[in-house]
């Protein structure tokens, strides 16, 4: 039994290592504007979207500097297990734009999500872990909802989905770096795309590497005209997204549409099945 876990583990470890190894030298690749042959035997959704990168553009593409960064992004995620941060977010839900700021443990393995909210509605807390509860969110609301008890909602139901672009389903950096390659992929064969990169940007304390990209008119699909990466240089992670709808006429300031900022960042802490478990004593449900 014990063999067997060991056994278990060490493959688990060592698949893990090669995909971090692969996603390494898929960014070379990129660098060199060179293909990877057998990148479609492999399965992880990091390493199936470096090789569409590879297949679909050149090294000469106008996009290639900010996919570098974004696949640079995934190999420094790779080497993360969990994390807690604070949420910071901006996103136009119906028109308005939504505000919060959350608290935020995630681990990748098996996902699992504990989130307290700090404004609005503080005190809620959201707890969803892949595989378990039915697959449902457990959520536990503060003051005279509370009585309500622990809920137990879909994590793409209306109710779950109210005020929300995405489900909790797909919050976290590693998402949200794939979700900005897969967005720039479909804009690939755009005209007169800028593409910039800011070597030496700032986010609050933080010195970011910064990939921005501008289209030159709107694209089906896409309502955002300008999409920012921000890459942490001390770390090499991926902390922030930004998107900006095209100005409603020209001089007008851009719309937020998105605004995605990981902040005070922690990675590797550690967590366990007890951070995301309802009876933590810790935690108010």
Known sequence: MVTNMRSARITEDSQALSRRRFVGRAAGCLAAGLSIPFVSRLASAEVKLAARITAETTGTHV????FKLAVSGLEALANVKDYEALFVR???VAGAL???QI???LRQEPFSVYLKFIEPNAGREVIYVDGKNDGKLLVHETGFASLAGTLSLDPKGSLAMNGNRYPVTMIGLKTMTETVIEKWLQVKNEKDTK???Y???TVGDLSCKVAETVLAKPVDGIPQQTCRLYVEKATGIPVRVQSLAFP???GDKPET????FYSRLKSNVGLTDKDFDVENPAYGF
């Open 98 to 100: 939504v505000q919060s």
């Open 257 to 260: 549409v998105e605004d995605y």
């Open 248 to 250: 409603a006429k020209p």
């Open 199 to 201: 070597p030496n940007a």
């Open 103 to 105: 608290e935020i443990k």
């Open 195 to 197: 593409v910039s990169i």
């Open 90 to 92: 901006k996103e136009l």
């Open 63 to 66: 996009l290639t500097p900010a």
